[in-house]
């Protein structure tokens, strides 16, 4: 079955059920009082079963059931809940699955989320701590895609009705995505967040898809003309801190946060500190952010270069860190150095969270001048055509010895995160699609728009 033809009348069962014996046992009790009492009394007994009926009505409208006579009155009639099954296809935390956990956390009630991980591993205490409903499959490398038609059809009949549609996070997570919405015959959405696969996923799977959220222009610029009208730009969003440590009073420091992987360009921006150091500006930088599991040695040869420039007092490794907003308020400036991992990408980076998580502190950026990253960063910071070391040294430089400088680009990233990359905005703009992907009414809050949602490159 095609995307286009796939139903999207999801009223049957599944959910989970609530139920309120109570209430219903107190209606019967005001009717049988009602029946045994005189007209008067029985007129002020009938507008407590009517207030009661009101309450059970509230029950039902936010997807509870309730038992009336020993019978439930449940689903279609009484639910409302939008039951989202969230397939991601990693179970180490990075930034898509900080996206991923943001979006569930900030849902309303009107929706019921379940996630579904392709990888057992500490990604899933996450969702165990949030009292999400969390399964997990084994489908790890690129041989497992010969495991997803059967694993499909197994999940298939373990999760019987019980979702309205499928949200993928990710190119891989929205392949094995098409094979469960064919048989759960649910809609699918696929959120994508990189330049991935781009040689053969908008070709392969954007056809299979009923609506592309991209998380950039730049992102959704592969895709054919033909799918246009599925596809929606949709940043991802960041918390906003209630304060945040003035840059100005910072000391000297650049700070970067990922993956450790060769391909974040953190050995460039050491490199990059080391010639400031020689042109006698100050200047340290920290690196935050876990192992990436395909390249575990990373960590030891950006201490070895540390070593061999002689950076020791100037450059940190921090691995892991617990309160990253504590190291975001730190820095005087933010940066990234990434460089595309594919030489056939159009791009390097989606929407990288780190240079929106330093805007959101109110810090200037310096990244390189890519089309995901220009979307985001605008007068924010600044961008360097290559994210060489000495590009990079001009760049962060300017706000190293001007706190000033520093102080007033950070002003202005925070009114842009403000404008159009809040954790709200995102999460506004995927209920609506949600909604009308399921079906449902949705009473849109109209949130200012994202600042490329307006229109898509052709």
């Known amino acids: 079955m095609t995307a286009s033809t796939r139903r999207l009348d ?22 049988a009082l009602a029946c045994a009492l005189d007209p008067p009394q029985s007129l002020g007994l009938v507008v407590a079963v009517l207030l009661a009926l009101t309450v059970l009505a509230y029950e039902a409208s936010v997807g509870l059931e309730f038992t009336l006579l020993g019978v439930a009155v449940a689903e279609p009639l009484l639910r409302n809940r939008i ?27 009107r929706f019921e989320p379940t996630v579904l991980l392709m990888r057992r591993g500490p990604f899933e205490r996450v969702f165990a701590e949030m009292d999400v409903p969390c399964h997990s499959v084994s489908l790890p490398g690129k041989r497992s895609v010969l495991a997803f038609p059967s694993t499909a059809a197994a999940l298939a009949r373990r999760f019987g009705t019980g979702h309205d549609l ?7 997570a929205a392949l094995f995505s098409t094979f469960l919405a064919r048989r759960l015959d649910v809609p699918l959405l696929w959120m994508k967040h990189a330049h991935d696969f781009e040689s053969w996923g908008p070709r392969v799977v954007g056809p299979e898809c009923d609506r ?5 222009a730049a992102v959704a610029s592969p895709f054919s003309e033909s799918l246009r009208d599925r596809i929606i730009v949709c940043h991802p969003g960041v918390p906003l801190p209630a304060e945040t440590t003035p840059a100005a009073s910072t000391d ?20 990059a500190v080391g010639l400031l150091r020689d042109r006698g500006i100050a200047g340290r930088i920290k690196i935050g952010g876990p192992p990436e599991p395909k390249a575990p040695e990373h960590r030891d040869e950006l201490i070895r270069l540390i070593a061999e420039h002689k950076l020791e007092d100037r450059a940190e490794v921090l691995g892991w860190v617990d309160d990253i907003q504590a190291l975001y308020d730190e820095a005087r400036v933010v940066a990234l150095g990434s460089r595309a991992p594919d030489r056939r990408a159009r791009g390097v980076e989606g929407a990288p969270l780190v240079l929106l998580e330093g805007m959101s502190h109110a810090r200037a950026v310096v990244a390189p001048d890519d089309g995901g990253i220009a979307e985001i960063v605008g007068d924010a910071g600044s961008l360097v055509d290559a994210p060489e070391p000495d590009q990079l040294a001009a760049a962060l430089g300017r706000y190293l010895a001007d706190a000033d400088l520093a102080q007033q680009t950070g002003t202005a990233a925070r009114k842009r995160v403000e404008a159009g990359f809040t954790i709200e905005q995102m999460t506004h703009l995927l209920e609506r699609e949600y909604a009308q992907l399921a079906g449902r009414p949705y009473a849109d809050p109209a949130p200012p728009p994202t600042i490329a949602q307006v229109s898509l490159p052709r």
Do not use: M, W
């Open 83 to 109: 039951r989202i099954l969230f397939v991601h296809p990693l179970a180490e935390q990075g930034g898509s699955e900080n996206v991923l956990v943001r979006l569930i956390r900030t849902l309303d009630s």
């Open 212 to 216: 592309i959220a991209c998380v950039s």
């Open 166 to 172: 499928i949200h993928a996070n990710g190119t891989k």
């Open 10 to 31: 999801t009223s049957a069962g599944g959910s989970r059920r609530y139920a309120a014996p109570a209430t219903g046992g107190a209606v019967l009790l005001c009717v």
């Open 252 to 271: 000297p420091i650049v700070v970067s946060v990922g993956r450790i992987d060769p391909h974040k360009g953190f050995d460039n921006l050491i490199r």
